[in-house]
């Protein structure tokens, strides 16, 4: 919006000045500088965006949030929290976020066959995912965020995401 509004202002000045015959040098410039601070202080802006999500986790299979919403761009730290007590080799969590247009059921079921890594199967399908966590632990990532849509996340360990599901949004 303000660099349209800039750009509407130049546009003016140079008109303006196509009147006159003459154009100096150091309206161009002006302008010119105008310009570019408008587009550094935008810029700015995009890279102080740092958003910190914690999304809570439980001994009944549970997550606290099944809908968490982004806008497009922004740097997130997600970090997700194991509110129970029962270890992680019998009730794990992570949070895996899929790439749009990933079969859950097939996601996960080829996630049972990577136990040696978490559960974090090979492939492509994963935009980003925590570790793997127990009671009273807690894993974080950082990543940005994809473009507008809605994605699935889920927990990847074994018959969780059937419950542990949710939808990312980004806007
Ligand atoms: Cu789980």
């Given at each position: 919006?303000?660099?349209?509004?800039?750009?509407?202002?130049?546009?003016?000045?140079?008109l303006?000045?196509?009147?006159?015959?003459?154009?100096?040098?150091?309206?161009?410039?002006?302008?010119?500088?105008?310009?570019?601070?408008?587009?550094?202080?935008?810029?700015?802006?995009k890279?102080?965006?740092?958003?910190?999500i914690?999304?809570?986790?439980?001994d009944?299979?549970?997550y606290d949030?099944?809908?968490?919403k982004?806008?497009?761009?922004?740097?997130?730290?997600?970090?997700?929290?194991?509110?129970?007590?029962?270890?992680?080799?019998?009730?794990?969590?992570?949070?895996?976020l899929?790439k749009e247009?990933?079969?859950?059921?097939?996601?996960?079921?080829?996630?049972?066959?990577?136990?040696?890594n978490?559960?974090?199967?090979?492939?492509?399908?994963?935009?980003?995912?925590?570790?793997?966590i127990?009671?009273?632990?807690?894993?974080?990532?950082t990543?940005?965020?994809p473009?507008k849509g809605?994605?699935?996340?889920?927990?990847?360990?074994?018959?969780?995401?059937?419950?542990?599901?949710?939808?990312?949004?980004?806007?």
């Amino acid at each position: 919006m303000k660099i349209t509004k800039v750009s509407a202002v130049a546009l003016m000045l140079i008109l303006a000045s196509c009147g006159n015959d003459e154009i100096t040098d150091a309206e161009v410039k002006s302008v010119t500088e105008v310009k570019l601070d408008v587009e550094t202080e935008t810029e700015t802006e995009k890279v102080t965006e740092l958003v910190e999500i914690e999304l809570k986790s439980n001994d009944q299979m549970q997550y606290d949030q099944t809908e968490l919403k982004v806008k497009a761009g922004q740097e997130i730290t997600l970090t997700l929290v194991h509110t129970g007590e029962m270890l992680k080799t019998v009730m794990g969590h992570n949070f895996v976020l899929l790439k749009e247009g990933t079969d859950i059921a097939a996601f996960s079921t080829k996630a049972i066959a990577a136990k040696d890594n978490d559960y974090i199967p090979e492939g492509d399908e994963i935009i980003a995912h925590t570790g793997l966590i127990g009671g009273g632990e807690s894993s974080s990532v950082t990543f940005i965020a994809p473009e507008k849509g809605v994605y699935n996340y889920i927990c990847s360990f074994p018959g969780h995401y059937g419950v542990m599901k949710g939808k990312f949004i980004v806007e």
